[in-house]
């Protein structure tokens, strides 16, 4: 049989069951871009990343689109962008940076079906250096197809998140709300004028907690609480198994081309109300694809069946919130999108029992809505008016609480 027939299964044992001369490096590594390379060798792939010390590691495929994934604990891709260790057009869309605490993660987007030949970690004990080296060849996409899928989780991987908070007991009468900075480590988001949507959206979800626990009758958690990845399908369980009363996202969108200005607020629909609504939708969920997410197995169509039925009472509770917070945001900065109710297929917003809304408080790619992402003034503006609204909605769903269905 053939090394690639079996390589997968090799690399799930041998790759997560670690010798014991890298399992005692420690520390983040660091990547001698001058040293490394992603390069293709006869419609192959030859990666090479020399690193300051050797660290656990694995690597692994996945299909649709073609992807190679590498997970380290932990190396330092700070500064690192895709010129820098890519020559020509070897891989598409490269990613690397934080995936949770303790973990790292490169992203390569293959221009075609290949399946690893070989991956090995060479340590250096004199210099303390290491190489990783893998090495990739083209295949069929059937022969792809049997080697790509994530490997099962190793020792460590499912240690305690610090991103994740835990809430306390509920109490009667109090609005139970999780907040969804979007992106995170790997995944910066839209990106302009040195900063990215990552990181603002962090800075206003922080402060948006804070303003929500001073009010009366609010707790409040966020789905990360650092610089680190969270999958879609991951912050809406976090929703979920926090019993929220309701899940907010924050985004903050760039513009390929075109001018917008103003917050909007988005619901949970199919079809969506517009053209870029269901562009926006499908880079949102495109950008986990980017990160190395393994969605082959997602697909439930009972469970699809069930959560409609469910979404029968979420669907015009989300609209209604979605309606309180476009007022809330409007009165207190003065102006919204010109079209501020929109609706499109979120993965993020598909928690079936939970009222959901994603938020896209202004658009990078306009300098004014830049400018006031970056100023604390404005945003106390806006938080204030996010605020308001949840205030109203909470009145006001509980006012027509007793006529929903039981």
């Not at 050797?54 to 992807?67: E, H, K, Q």
């Not at 609209?319 to 809330?328: D, P, R």
């Not at 006031?372 to 003034?377: A, C, G, K, V």
Request: aromatic residues 4%; proline residues 5%.
């Amino acid at each position: 049989m053939r090394l690639r027939g079996t390589l997968k299964a090799l690399l799930c044992a041998l790759l997560l069951a670690l010798p014991v001369a890298a399992q005692q490096f420690s520390g983040l590594a660091r990547v001698d871009a001058a040293q490394s390379h992603l390069r293709e060798v006869r419609g192959g792939l030859d990666v090479q990343l020399r690193l300051s010390q050797g660290v656990p590691w694995r690597v692994y495929m996945l299909s649709d689109p073609a992807r190679l994934v590498l997970d380290f604990r932990e190396v330092d891709f700070g500064g690192l962008a895709r010129d820098d260790l890519v020559e020509g057009e070897a891989v598409g869309a490269l990613r690397m940076g934080p995936l949770r605490p303790g973990w790292s993660r490169l992203v390569a987007e293959l221009p075609a079906p290949m399946v690893i030949t070989s991956a090995e970690l060479r340590v250096d004990p004199a210099a303390t250096g290491a190489l990783v080296q893998v090495l990739l060849e083209a295949s069929a996409v059937e022969e792809m197809a049997q080697q790509a899928g994530a490997p099962p989780q190793g020792p460590g991987w499912d240690a305690p998140d610090a991103g994740r908070q835990a809430l306390p007991r509920r109490d009667d009468g109090v609005l139970r709300v999780i907040l969804d900075p979007g992106h995170g480590g790997i995944d910066p988001g839209a990106e302009a004028a040195g900063t990215n949507e990552a990181t603002l959206m962090l800075i206003l979800a922080r402060e948006l907690r804070e303003t929500l626990l001073r009010a009366d009758g609010f707790e409040v958690a966020l789905t990360r609480d650092a610089d680190v990845f969270v999958s879609l399908e991951a912050r809406v369980a976090r929703a979920q198994e926090a019993e929220a009363d309701i899940f907010v996202s924050l985004h903050a969108d760039a513009l390929a081309v075109g001018l917008a200005r103003g917050a909007a607020i988005y619901t949970l629909s199919d079809s969506a109300s517009d053209a870029a609504s269901a562009a926006l939708a499908e880079r949102h969920d495109r950008d986990d694809l980017l990160a190395g997410i393994d969605l082959s197995t997602s697909d439930d169509r009972v469970a699809d069946v069930l959560m409609d039925i469910a979404r029968l009472d979420t669907a015009p509770r989300s609209s209604a919130l979605a309606e309180h917070l476009v007022a809330g945001i409007e009165n207190a900065v003065g102006r919204v999108h010109k079209r501020p109710l929109r609706q499109a297929g979120f993965s993020v917003l598909k928690a079936a029992d939970i009222p959901s809304v994603l938020i896209e408080v202004g658009f990078l790619s306009t300098p004014q809505d830049l400018r006031n992402l970056q100023d604390p003034l404005w945003r106390a503006g806006l938080i204030a008016g996010i605020r308001d609204g949840l205030q109203d909605w909470a009145r006001a769903d509980a006012a027509i609480a007793p006529l929903r269905r039981q």
